[in-house]
């Protein structure tokens, strides 16, 4: 029961968590003293980051691993690793584009060699490369095996791909809400918002691989019928 | 397993790779040291049983035990390490000589290099020991295969289509080789277009069609 | 798993010797790859261009994509697959076969565009010398990387095209690294960190090659 009613309010808690973020995202917090009005980014680029980078390639990198783990191979975890890179992918492009959309007035382009910005699109085009892959292979067994193990492979890379970056070039802002010595730099109501941010956009992730998963399941039933109506069809030529 | 026992059971095996299904629903036993030979049209599936012997594609559903091994829950590596396979296309590295093939295998398999002459002039092959495989001729690609497999001695012998294109030394070659490793206690199965033209063989014929074993005459 | 892997790399490195690919194919689109990149930076900039070092492995990126493939279609015909599949060798050790075999093609292509970066992109000799023990290691790196990949876009639809699209993003830090470590060894920087960041690649493609190419291997 319990399930079932954080399934049915998984969605309207994050459409109302959302709706609260850009209310005092775009209402009650106040300006930037200097970055003036473009600082509301905060309320939505730190966001996605951590959903894309964090939450939702992690959550595909920790099912795929559970796939190649012979106990708890599923075909569940299959799918969630699937869907997850999915949306992540979508996260991972909403998180090039709001961090072009803030480094503009400060770098003067759209586009700069900065080091997070270059990790951040390398990933992006390590889940390009898992999607077709994953299309690349018809047989749902061999495309499992091989999704998993590339998974692995990118999320093994992520610490290589940060580094290398990160000593070639940097020319990112420092840490927005904490100094490397852990003390906030962000306070009161943009605190406040900057937090709820992060929780909405979490659950939107989760809400969004819900839906995502549920399309999966539904295709998979598809592909059972089909592959029933191949089999009896297979079938009648032997017996002809 | 004792020498008695079916060395293949295959109950309802389905096989499908990318949707379609290579076979619908197979049941057979095969004893072992026995020749069969599996017929059908193209298309019939009768790659794809032997593949399945093989541990060469899985099992979708159905059950099977091949030498012991369940194909589905047992260990495929170990199966393909007790079978021999010949495919009709070649069974070996093209830019190799059929020696440095031959050796390649023996090594692998942790086999004395010193039975390969011995294995050579079985097949005929002696004379052809530096040739690079890709100039041999379809006859003699198919020598080099079991060429291979001697060195092996598998338990279970799996040919797929051996007679495609080869004259009628090949042909009566082929049948004196299989009729020896049958009588040496393998067991061996080849797929073949007809059934065979030899005399000398008491092979068990199976007709495959549309995935499922569809005739059976002994 | 040593024993497997020393057997396979001399299988396909005498494959490799016997075809004359790398020879005839391999080494000539090296050569014509920098020559061409000489020919992009302009008659300005070909002879005195700081990008040199990051030509150089792009244009061995390129070379390995081809290798890759050739290392995959040795492997391919369905008869070959099958009979080896029955050999019953030790994965492990037929991902380090074959990751060694690719390593030491992209080592022998390796001197030869390093000769021409210092021909056509006038790479100062002393310093291009110098760079010599890490681009051991990143093309290394690249041959345990690039069997992967080999692997992992074998058999499915497309694979030639598939495989630049799955190990360009990882190929990314060996480049940085790579191109790095060759510029500070002609500019006389300091060369720890890159090192670092090419052989922690090298083990931790090595050390998903041994665990999981039996996985890709089964499929």
């Known amino acids: ?237 032997g017996v002809r | 397993m004792d020498g008695t026992s079916p060395v293949v059971v295959l109950r309802d095996a389905v096989v499908l790779i990318g949707g379609f299904p290579l076979l619908s629903g197979v049941n057979l036993a095969l004893d072992p040291g026995t020749l069969t030979v599996v017929t059908g049209a193209n298309g019939a599936g009768k790659t794809s049983l032997l593949r399945l012997l093989g541990g060469l594609v899985t099992l979708t559903s159905g059950a099977g035990v091949v030498s012991g091994i369940d194909l589905k829950t047992g260990d495929l590596r170990e199966l393909r390490r007790r079978v021999g396979w010949l495919g009709h296309e070649g069974s070996f590295y093209d830019d190799l000589s059929v020696r440095e093939n031959l050796t390649f295998a023996a ?105 499922l074993v569809v005739g059976d005459h002994s | 798993m040593i024993r497997v892997a020393l057997l396979v790399a001399g299988k396909d490195l005498r494959i490799e010797r016997r075809s004359r690919v790398l020879l005839w194919q391999v080494l000539p689109f090296g050569v014509t790859a920098l020559v061409l990149c000489g020919l992009a930076l302009g008659p300005l900039h070909a002879g005195n261009s700081s990008a040199a070092p990051g030509l150089f492995y792009l244009v061995m990126l390129l070379v390995a994509l081809l290798m890759i493939n050739r290392a995959q279609v040795i492997e391919g015909s369905p008869g070959t697959k099958a009979s080896v599949a029955t050999l019953g060798l030790d994965p492990a050790g037929v991902f380090l076969g074959k990751a060694l075999a690719l390593a030491v093609e992209l080592w022998l292509t390796g001197v030869v565009v390093l000769a021409g970066s210092v021909l056509f992109l006038h790479t100062a000799l002393s310093g291009t010398l110098s760079a010599v023990p890490s681009v051991i290691v990143t093309l290394a790196a690249l041959a345990a990387a690039g069997t992967l990949y080999g692997a992992l876009s074998g058999g499915g639809q497309g694979p030639a095209t598939l495989l630049p699209m799955l190990s360009l993003p990882a190929f990314a830090p060996l480049l940085i690294a790579g191109e790095r470590s060759f510029s500070d060894a002609l500019h006389g920087g300091s060369l720890w960190r890159w090192w670092v960041i090419s052989l922690v690649a090298l083990a931790a493609y090595l050390a998903i090659g041994i665990l999981l190419y039996g996985v890709l291997e089964e499929s």
Request: net charge positive; hydrophobic share 50%.
């Open chain 2, 107 to 211: 090594k692998a398999l942790g086999r004395p290099t010193e039975e390969i002459p011995r294995v050579l002039e079985r097949v005929g092959l002696t004379s052809r020991t530096t040739t690079v495989a890709k100039l041999l001729s379809a006859g003699q690609r198919r020598r080099l295969g079991l060429a291979w497999l001697l060195l092996r001695r598998p338990e279970t012998w799996l040919l797929d289509e051996p007679y495609a294109s080869l004259d009628d030394e090949g042909r009566t070659f082929f049948d004196d080789l299989i009729a020896e490793v049958v009588r040496g206690g393998a067991t061996v199965v080849v797929s073949a277009h007809d059934p065979l033209r030899s005399t000398s063989l008491r092979p068990r014929t199976l007709t495959l069609a549309g995935g």
């Open chain 1, 1 to 237: 029961m319990i399930k079932t009613l954080s399934q049915r309010l998984l969605g309207p808690v994050t459409l109302v968590l959302l709706v609260l973020t850009f209310w005092l995202g775009l209402w009650v917090t106040p300006p930037d003293k200097i970055q003036g009005n473009l600082a509301r980014m905060l309320y939505v680029h730190p966001a996605i980051a951590w959903v894309a980078l964090y939450v939702s390639f992690g959550t595909a990198a920790i099912a795929s691993a559970l796939y190649l783990w012979q106990r708890t191979r599923s075909v569940v975890m299959d799918r969630v690793a699937y869907c997850a890179m999915e949306v992540s992918t979508v996260f991972i492009i909403l998180t090039l584009i709001t961090g072009s959309i803030w480094g503009r007035p400060t770098w003067g382009v759209w586009w700069a060699w900065d080091a997070r910005l270059t990790s951040t699109a390398i990933l992006g085009l390590f889940e390009l490369a898992y999607l077709a892959l994953r299309r690349a292979n018809d047989d749902p067994e061999l495309r499992a095996r091989r999704c998993a193990v590339f998974a692995i492979i990118a999320a093994i890379n992520v610490p290589i791909i940060h580094f290398s970056v990160d000593w070639w070039n940097t020319l990112h802002q420092g840490a927005t809400v904490f100094t490397e010595n852990g003390n906030l730099l962000v306070h009161g109501i943009m605190l406040w918002t900057l937090f709820i941010s992060l929780f909405a956009f979490t659950l939107l992730f989760f809400w969004l691989l819900r839906a995502r998963y549920r399309v999966e399941v539904l295709r998979a039933a598809r592909y059972d019928v089909a592959l029933d109506e191949a089999l009896a069809q297979r079938r009648r030529e």
